[in-house]
């Protein structure tokens, strides 16, 4: 598979927003139009769908399908993304033509949660390198965090570079009422401990970028939207959860495993999370028995997802995550 970059952002570019999955309610716009100011400091111009207002799912599956691959192919739009994630973006999937984008130049793509559905296969079957970290509706933060604002450097940035985004010492515990304080900051009053599975495994895992947000691109395991063996290995595979119980965590990994995700693996990077436990049960403990060697790294409580702040990785570019002391150090080859 060839990987395809689209070049750098520049002042004047379009972003286009829409909402794939979920649209804004009435309460939470004060929020929305503080991140679209955001976006037009950085000198870009903003272009709004119209599945995009509104509780819920706006617009059936086919119609917000054709506003996202739309978007996708327009060449007067340079960012496509959208205010947050939601729970049905895979029933967007029979309705993209992946062939057709596999032969349109590439755009910028970001998000994360039930993005990850829309954004997996944009690799694994297009070849575009789409961007896994926060959404516009985490772009509103005053004062934005360091390891956030790492999106923008990244879309913004010189391309055929190492790019590093050091990890977090704090993240939020629980999230702002965005409701009552629009331009809400994240409230980092946890202190960061990414840990190895065990601690004979290698502290720095290596490869290609893939993954996402389990609850959704596990239910693509096994279908023609997620081939893959597309990618070469060895893959760093990456992924977190929101809000499933232990037992489901733990069905899930055992079957992203019968289906071979764990092939090939040059370490299996989780995010943090507040999800998988309870009932004395510890779903990724599964993990122990499905990495049984210590020769595959497994890295857990990672600045990735749901629990912020979060890097912004590059799906399908070569990176590197290191444990340092209590920190983790992330190095992408963007570009490569």
Not at 26 to 38: D, Y
Not at 186 to 210: F, H, I, K, N, T
């Amino acid at each position: 598979m060839s990987l395809r970059l689209p070049p750098p952002l520049r002042a004047g570019d379009t972003v286009f927003i829409t909402a794939p999955s979920s649209g804004v309610g009435e309460a939470l716009r004060p929020r929305f139009e503080l991140a679209v100011q955001v976006l037009r400091q950085r000198g870009l111009r903003i272009r709004l769908g119209r599945h995009l207002f509104g509780d819920g799912e706006v617009g059936g599956a086919a119609e917000r399908a054709a506003e996202w691959q739309g978007a996708l192919l327009d060449p007067g739009v340079h960012w496509v993304c959208a205010p947050w994630g939601g729970e049905l973006a895979i029933e967007l999937l029979p309705h993209l033509d992946f062939e057709r984008l596999k032969a349109a130049p590439p755009k910028w793509v970001s998000g994360f949660s039930d993005l990850s559905t829309l954004a997996l296969p944009l690799l694994l079957c297009s070849g575009w390198a789409s961007v896994h970290g926060p959404n516009l509706m985490e772009l509103a933060a005053e004062p934005l965090d360091a390891i956030s604002a790492g999106l923008f450097e990244l879309l913004f940035g010189a391309q055929s570079r190492e790019a590093t985004q050091a990890g977090s010492s704090r993240y939020a515990g629980e999230p702002a009422d965005w409701r009552l304080q629009p331009s809400a900051p994240l409230r980092l009053d946890q202190v960061s401990r990414p840990r190895r599975l065990r601690a004979v495994m290698p502290a720095r895992a290596e490869g290609r970028l893939v993954g996402g947000c389990l609850e959704t691109v596990a239910r693509l395991a096994g279908s023609r939207y997620a081939p893959l063996s597309a990618l070469p290995g060895p893959r760093l595979l990456y992924l977190e959860a929101c809000e499933a119980g232990p037992y489901e965590i733990a069905r899930t990994l055992h079957s992203l495993a019968l289906h071979g995700w764990f092939d090939e693996l040059g370490g299996l990077l989780i995010g943090r999370s507040a999800a998988g436990s309870g009932a004395g049960f510890d779903g990724w403990s599964v993990l122990e028995q499905l990495f049984p060697g210590d020769e595959v790294p497994v890295l857990l409580d990672l600045d990735i997802g749901h629990r912020p702040p979060q890097w912004s990785l590059l799906n399908g570019a070569w990176a590197c995550v290191e444990l340092q002391a209590d920190r983790a150090l992330l190095t992408q080859r963007v570009g490569a």
